[in-house]
Protein backbone atom coordinates (compact mmCIF):
# COMPACT_ATOMS: atom_id res chain seq x y z
CA UNK A 1 0.00 0.00 0.00
CA UNK A 2 1.52 3.42 -1.13
CA UNK A 3 0.24 6.67 -0.57
CA UNK A 4 -1.20 7.71 -3.94
CA UNK A 5 -3.89 10.63 -5.06
CA UNK A 6 -6.38 7.71 -5.14
CA UNK A 7 -5.59 7.20 -1.11
CA UNK A 8 -5.75 10.48 0.27
CA UNK A 9 -8.88 10.02 1.82
CA UNK A 10 -7.85 6.80 3.71
CA UNK A 11 -8.02 7.74 7.74
CA UNK A 12 -5.14 8.35 8.94
CA UNK A 13 -3.68 9.43 12.29
CA UNK A 14 -0.01 11.18 13.63
CA UNK A 15 1.81 10.45 16.99
CA UNK A 16 4.59 11.51 18.56
CA UNK A 17 6.83 8.22 20.01
CA UNK A 18 7.50 8.87 23.55
CA UNK A 19 9.69 5.70 24.78
CA UNK A 20 8.10 5.51 28.26
CA UNK A 21 4.86 5.92 27.42
CA UNK A 22 5.17 3.41 23.95
CA UNK A 23 7.79 1.06 23.79
CA UNK A 24 5.89 -1.93 24.67
CA UNK A 25 2.06 -0.64 23.61
CA UNK A 26 0.54 2.55 21.21
CA UNK A 27 -2.56 4.40 22.39
CA UNK A 28 -4.88 5.29 18.65
CA UNK A 29 -6.74 8.47 19.13
CA UNK A 30 -10.16 8.24 20.21
CA UNK A 31 -11.15 10.17 17.79
CA UNK A 32 -10.06 7.41 15.38
CA UNK A 33 -11.83 4.72 16.47
CA UNK A 34 -14.78 5.22 14.80
CA UNK A 35 -12.91 3.99 11.41
CA UNK A 36 -11.67 0.51 13.05
CA UNK A 37 -14.50 -2.50 12.98
CA UNK A 38 -17.05 -3.18 15.57
CA UNK A 39 -16.41 -5.45 17.27
CA UNK A 40 -12.37 -4.77 16.94
CA UNK A 41 -10.18 -7.56 15.43
CA UNK A 42 -7.76 -9.34 17.15
CA UNK A 43 -4.56 -8.10 15.07
CA UNK A 44 -3.67 -5.68 12.58
CA UNK A 45 -0.65 -5.93 10.17
CA UNK A 46 1.80 -3.00 10.27
CA UNK A 47 3.25 -2.32 7.01
CA UNK A 48 6.84 0.02 7.23
CA UNK A 49 7.63 1.93 3.89
CA UNK A 50 10.91 0.11 3.89
CA UNK A 51 8.87 -3.24 2.95
CA UNK A 52 8.86 -5.39 6.19
CA UNK A 53 5.03 -6.56 7.86
CA UNK A 54 4.74 -6.43 11.26
CA UNK A 55 1.72 -7.91 13.16
CA UNK A 56 0.68 -6.55 16.39
CA UNK A 57 -2.48 -7.54 18.45
CA UNK A 58 -5.41 -4.73 19.02
CA UNK A 59 -6.39 -4.49 22.49
CA UNK A 60 -9.26 -2.45 23.47
CA UNK A 61 -9.79 -1.20 27.10
CA UNK A 62 -13.01 0.90 27.54
CA UNK A 63 -13.10 3.60 25.00
CA UNK A 64 -9.08 3.56 24.15
CA UNK A 65 -8.03 1.23 21.22
CA UNK A 66 -3.68 0.35 21.37
CA UNK A 67 -1.39 -1.82 19.64
CA UNK A 68 0.05 -4.53 22.16
CA UNK A 69 1.72 -7.67 21.17
CA UNK A 70 4.14 -7.14 18.49
CA UNK A 71 4.16 -3.38 18.75
CA UNK A 72 7.48 -3.49 20.80
CA UNK A 73 9.47 -5.41 18.13
CA UNK A 74 8.07 -2.64 15.16
CA UNK A 75 9.80 -0.06 17.53
CA UNK A 76 12.93 -1.83 17.98
CA UNK A 77 13.31 -2.70 14.36
CA UNK A 78 12.66 1.18 13.34
CA UNK A 79 14.96 1.89 16.02
CA UNK A 80 12.29 4.91 16.62
CA UNK A 81 13.41 7.62 18.93
CA UNK A 82 11.82 10.48 20.95
CA UNK A 83 9.67 13.50 19.87
CA UNK A 84 9.73 11.30 16.01
CA UNK A 85 6.75 11.26 14.33
CA UNK A 86 4.61 8.50 12.57
CA UNK A 87 1.75 8.64 10.25
CA UNK A 88 -0.66 5.54 10.17
CA UNK A 89 -2.63 5.37 7.66
CA UNK A 90 -5.53 2.78 7.18
CA UNK A 91 -7.09 0.64 4.04
CA UNK A 92 -10.12 -0.52 6.33
CA UNK A 93 -9.06 -3.60 6.29
CA UNK A 94 -6.82 -4.78 8.89
CA UNK A 95 -3.13 -2.96 7.46
CA UNK A 96 -1.88 0.15 8.35
CA UNK A 97 0.95 1.91 6.15
CA UNK A 98 3.25 3.56 8.87
CA UNK A 99 6.13 6.41 8.06
CA UNK A 100 8.53 7.38 10.42
CA UNK A 101 9.77 11.23 10.40
CA UNK A 102 12.91 11.85 11.99
CA UNK A 103 13.79 14.70 13.67
CA UNK A 104 14.90 17.00 10.90
CA UNK A 105 11.08 16.93 9.72
CA UNK A 106 12.10 14.67 6.97
CA UNK A 107 10.76 10.86 6.19
CA UNK A 108 13.25 7.73 6.53
CA UNK A 109 12.87 4.84 5.40
CA UNK A 110 14.16 2.36 8.09
CA UNK A 111 13.96 -1.63 8.67
CA UNK A 112 14.04 -1.42 4.75
CA UNK A 113 13.58 -5.11 3.19
CA UNK A 114 16.57 -6.53 0.87
CA UNK A 115 14.55 -8.09 -2.09
CA UNK A 116 16.37 -11.13 -3.89
CA UNK A 117 16.66 -11.18 -7.78
CA UNK A 118 15.69 -15.30 -9.52
CA UNK A 119 16.79 -16.66 -12.09
CA UNK A 120 14.90 -18.31 -14.72
CA UNK A 121 16.82 -21.69 -12.97
CA UNK A 122 14.80 -21.00 -10.31
CA UNK A 123 11.62 -19.87 -11.69
CA UNK A 124 9.86 -23.31 -10.11
CA UNK A 125 10.75 -21.62 -6.55
CA UNK A 126 9.53 -18.03 -7.91
CA UNK A 127 6.10 -18.35 -6.24
CA UNK A 128 7.12 -19.37 -2.90
CA UNK A 129 10.40 -16.89 -2.84
CA UNK A 130 9.70 -14.17 -4.88
CA UNK A 131 8.12 -12.14 -2.00
CA UNK A 132 10.47 -11.38 0.84
CA UNK A 133 8.24 -9.33 2.74
CA UNK A 134 7.80 -11.40 5.73
CA UNK A 135 5.91 -10.52 9.08
CA UNK A 136 8.27 -9.67 11.56
CA UNK A 137 6.60 -10.49 14.65
CA UNK A 138 4.69 -13.88 13.75
CA UNK A 139 6.81 -16.03 16.49
CA UNK A 140 6.08 -12.86 19.22
CA UNK A 141 2.51 -13.13 18.80
CA UNK A 142 2.65 -17.03 18.76
CA UNK A 143 4.28 -16.60 22.24
CA UNK A 144 2.27 -13.49 23.39
CA UNK A 145 -1.23 -13.99 22.28
CA UNK A 146 -3.34 -11.24 22.80
CA UNK A 147 -3.13 -10.70 26.50
CA UNK A 148 -0.42 -7.85 26.90
CA UNK A 149 -1.17 -5.92 30.33
CA UNK A 150 2.44 -3.42 29.90
CA UNK A 151 0.76 -0.62 28.13
CA UNK A 152 -0.44 2.52 29.60
CA UNK A 153 -3.98 2.63 30.36
CA UNK A 154 -4.66 6.03 29.99
CA UNK A 155 -2.01 7.19 27.25
CA UNK A 156 -2.53 11.12 26.48
CA UNK A 157 -4.37 11.62 23.37
CA UNK A 158 -2.90 15.40 23.24
CA UNK A 159 -0.05 14.07 21.86
CA UNK A 160 -1.81 11.44 19.61
CA UNK A 161 -4.16 13.87 17.34
CA UNK A 162 -6.34 12.52 14.34
CA UNK A 163 -5.01 14.34 10.90
CA UNK A 164 -8.69 14.13 9.82
CA UNK A 165 -9.87 16.65 11.94
CA UNK A 166 -7.52 19.40 11.17
CA UNK A 167 -9.34 22.71 10.68
CA UNK A 168 -8.30 25.38 13.15
CA UNK A 169 -5.26 27.60 13.72
CA UNK A 170 -4.77 26.52 17.10
CA UNK A 171 -3.79 23.13 15.33
CA UNK A 172 -1.74 24.81 12.60
CA UNK A 173 1.46 22.17 13.66
CA UNK A 174 -0.91 19.12 12.97
CA UNK A 175 -1.32 21.05 9.54
CA UNK A 176 2.41 21.11 9.24
CA UNK A 177 2.27 17.24 9.79
CA UNK A 178 -0.03 16.68 7.30
CA UNK A 179 2.11 18.82 4.46
CA UNK A 180 5.33 16.47 5.01
CA UNK A 181 6.71 18.43 7.96
CA UNK A 182 7.89 20.74 5.72
CA UNK A 183 7.83 23.64 7.89
CA UNK A 184 8.42 21.75 11.42
CA UNK A 185 11.54 21.28 13.61
CA UNK A 186 11.64 19.59 16.74
CA UNK A 187 13.18 20.58 19.90
CA UNK A 188 13.98 19.34 23.30
CA UNK A 189 10.61 20.30 25.17
CA UNK A 190 11.05 22.76 28.16
CA UNK A 191 11.68 21.19 31.52
CA UNK A 192 12.04 22.07 35.19
CA UNK A 193 12.29 20.09 38.62
CA UNK A 194 10.50 20.73 41.54
CA UNK A 195 10.29 19.34 45.76
CA UNK A 196 7.43 18.43 47.82
CA UNK A 197 6.37 22.02 48.75
CA UNK A 198 4.46 23.43 51.71
CA UNK A 199 1.47 24.18 48.74
CA UNK A 200 1.23 20.69 48.17
CA UNK A 201 -1.73 21.29 46.09
CA UNK A 202 -0.46 23.83 43.45
CA UNK A 203 2.24 22.86 40.56
CA UNK A 204 4.40 26.34 40.42
CA UNK A 205 5.80 26.77 36.87
CA UNK A 206 8.96 28.47 37.35
CA UNK A 207 8.69 32.63 35.72
CA UNK A 208 12.27 31.57 34.46
CA UNK A 209 11.38 28.78 32.78
CA UNK A 210 8.38 30.72 30.86
CA UNK A 211 9.99 33.87 29.65
CA UNK A 212 13.20 32.03 28.05
CA UNK A 213 11.08 29.98 26.38
CA UNK A 214 8.01 32.74 25.51
CA UNK A 215 5.34 30.26 26.53
CA UNK A 216 1.72 29.86 27.54
CA UNK A 217 -0.62 27.51 28.21
CA UNK A 218 -3.79 25.81 28.04
CA UNK A 219 -6.48 26.46 30.97
CA UNK A 220 -6.40 22.89 31.52
CA UNK A 221 -3.19 20.90 31.03
CA UNK A 222 -2.89 17.08 31.65
CA UNK A 223 0.21 15.55 33.95
CA UNK A 224 1.67 12.17 32.52
CA UNK A 225 3.55 10.04 35.38
CA UNK A 226 4.10 6.26 34.97
CA UNK A 227 0.41 5.46 36.61
CA UNK A 228 -1.64 7.45 33.56
CA UNK A 229 -2.95 10.55 33.08
CA UNK A 230 -4.81 13.39 35.78
CA UNK A 231 -6.19 17.30 34.82
CA UNK A 232 -5.15 20.57 36.26
CA UNK A 233 -6.88 23.78 35.54
CA UNK A 234 -4.83 27.01 35.56
CA UNK A 235 -4.26 29.04 38.20
CA UNK A 236 -2.32 32.46 38.36
CA UNK A 237 -0.80 33.98 41.98
CA UNK A 238 -0.72 37.46 42.30
CA UNK A 239 2.82 38.36 41.13
CA UNK A 240 0.98 36.76 37.78
CA UNK A 241 3.09 33.83 37.89
CA UNK A 242 1.57 30.39 36.50
CA UNK A 243 0.34 27.63 38.28
CA UNK A 244 -1.77 24.26 38.29
CA UNK A 245 -4.79 22.97 40.77
CA UNK A 246 -4.85 19.43 41.39
CA UNK A 247 -0.61 18.39 42.08
CA UNK A 248 -1.76 16.88 45.82
CA UNK A 249 -2.97 13.89 43.72
CA UNK A 250 0.49 13.54 41.56
CA UNK A 251 1.69 14.28 45.16
CA UNK A 252 0.26 11.73 46.71
CA UNK A 253 -0.02 8.73 43.82
CA UNK A 254 3.82 8.78 43.62
CA UNK A 255 4.39 8.98 47.19
CA UNK A 256 6.54 11.75 47.14
CA UNK A 257 9.10 12.69 50.19
CA UNK A 258 10.45 15.58 51.09
CA UNK A 259 14.15 14.51 49.48
CA UNK A 260 12.46 13.02 46.02
CA UNK A 261 12.78 15.51 42.80
CA UNK A 262 10.43 15.91 40.72
CA UNK A 263 11.88 16.31 36.78
CA UNK A 264 8.69 18.00 34.75
CA UNK A 265 8.54 18.04 31.02
CA UNK A 266 6.54 20.40 29.47
CA UNK A 267 4.97 19.38 26.25
CA UNK A 268 3.61 22.29 23.80
CA UNK A 269 2.24 23.31 20.27
CA UNK A 270 3.53 26.47 19.21
CA UNK A 271 4.54 27.52 22.76
CA UNK A 272 1.38 26.99 23.96
CA UNK A 273 2.09 23.73 26.85
CA UNK A 274 -1.00 21.20 26.73
CA UNK A 275 0.93 18.29 29.17
CA UNK A 276 3.84 17.92 31.64
CA UNK A 277 5.15 14.85 32.16
CA UNK A 278 6.33 13.87 35.13
CA UNK A 279 9.66 11.55 36.23
CA UNK A 280 10.27 10.92 40.00
CA UNK A 281 13.60 10.70 41.53
CA UNK A 282 13.87 9.17 44.66
CA UNK A 283 16.05 11.10 47.33
CA UNK A 284 18.47 8.87 49.59
CA UNK A 285 17.43 8.81 53.44
Request: net charge negative; glycine share 8%.
Amino acid sequence: MSESEEDVDLPRFFKVFLSETASESMAIPMSFIEHLEDPLPQTAKLQGIGGGVWTVSFKKTRDCAYFTSGWSKFAEDHELKDGEFLTFVYDGSHTFEVSVFGRSGCKEIRAEVETVELSDANSDEEEEDSSVVADSNEEEEEEDGDDDSSFIAGEDDEVSQSLSHVDSDDTVSNAEVVAGFSNLEVESNPCFTTTLKNRIYELLIPANVVKEHGLTFCDRIKYIDGEGIMHGAKGKWSDDRICFKGWDRICRRNRLKERDTVHCEMFHIRKKVHTIKIRVTRGRG
